[in-house]
């Protein structure tokens, strides 16, 4: 038996195959005391003794986005933009070769579009089948990211979904909602904060807020955001 | 697309549950089930159509 078939059998075993206590209410997956919990224990548990997994390396693995892989991230390639002209013009035309550009440690990323935000429009970007998400900018979903309520209404309603967030559009504003996909990812780049002409990069990127670059926020301001 | 995931347009889900302050990982389980999934990824010698 290969490596790929002893990992797709462990999945099987933990994860797919019919427990003997299904339950009415399991929703796509088979229920087992003790959850999810118990389960990716019981798989972590048989691929390291089988010699599949090195433990240290999924240790690695949660720390980097933990602690490393973020908000924060993208929030520089927003503060770069803001401050290099010709940055932003290649960003907007080639947001993942002008990122590669900046030669950010850690990150990786397929194809992404930067949408700029205008005093006229404004953008708002969904997964509408799952959550597809620019993972090596922001880091982990947030939570309300993967929910039906945003993902249905955000192209059906998306000023009512804003409203939600405490984003109030006025009508001569229009909204660009930006469905991603496997193979494309977006980024919004927000606008500039009023009276942060002074400032450069590095105090720029405290300001950037993670929904901000989502589209769930618009008006930043010289505040520092929580990231 | 349009499948049982596809959720743009519904109806009936009601209003968004916004969390402002959502950690990387809620439970234990969503750090380790992610950093499993990279782990045994890396090097990528299969796609995910073969698992």
């Known amino acids: 038996m290969d490596r790929l078939q002893q990992i797709t059998s462990i999945a099987y075993l933990c994860f797919l195959r019919p427990q003997k206590h299904r339950t009415p209410s399991s929703r796509g997956s088979f229920p087992c005391p003790g959850g999810t919990s118990v389960k990716s224990q019981s798989a972590w548990t048989l691929l390291v003794e089988k010699g599949l997994l090195d433990s240290a390396t999924v240790d690695a693995w949660i720390e980097v986005y933990s602690d490393e892989i973020g908000p924060k991230v993208g929030a520089k390639v927003v503060a770069r933009a803001w401050c290099d002209h010709d940055f932003r013009k290649h960003l907007l035309a080639d947001g993942s070769a002008a990122i590669k550009e900046m030669e950010l440690s850690g990150w990786a990323l397929g194809d992404l579009k930067v949408v700029e935000n205008t005093p006229v429009v404004h953008h708002l970007v969904v997964c509408t089948p799952c959550s597809c998400y620019p993972h090596g900018l922001l880091g982990i979903q947030p939570s309300w990211y993967k929910l039906e309520s945003y993902r249905s209404r955000a192209v059906r309603d998306p000023r009512?979904?804003?409203?939600?967030?405490?984003?109030?559009?006025?009508?001569?504003?229009?909204?660009?909602?930006?469905?991603?996909?496997?193979?494309?990812?977006?980024?919004?780049?927000?606008?500039?904060?009023?009276?942060?002409?002074?400032?450069?990069?590095?105090?720029?990127?405290?300001?950037?807020?993670?929904?901000?670059?989502?589209?769930?926020?618009r008006n930043l301001t010289l505040k520092p955001g929580v990231l | 697309m349009d499948g049982i995931h596809d959720a743009g347009g519904k109806f009936g889900f009601g209003s968004i549950k916004v969390t402002p302050d959502d950690p990387p990982f809620k439970e234990t389980w969503e750090g380790r089930m992610l950093g499993v999934a990279r782990a045994i990824s890396r090097p990528a010698d299969w796609n995910s159509d073969q698992f």
């Open chain 1, 160 to 217: 009512g979904v804003l409203a939600e967030f405490d984003v109030l559009l006025t009508d001569d504003v229009r909204v660009d909602v930006w469905d991603s996909t496997a193979e494309l990812r977006y980024l919004v780049l927000p606008q500039r904060p009023v009276g942060s002409d002074h400032l450069d990069e590095t105090p720029l990127a405290e300001l950037v807020t993670r929904n901000s670059m989502i589209g769930t926020d």
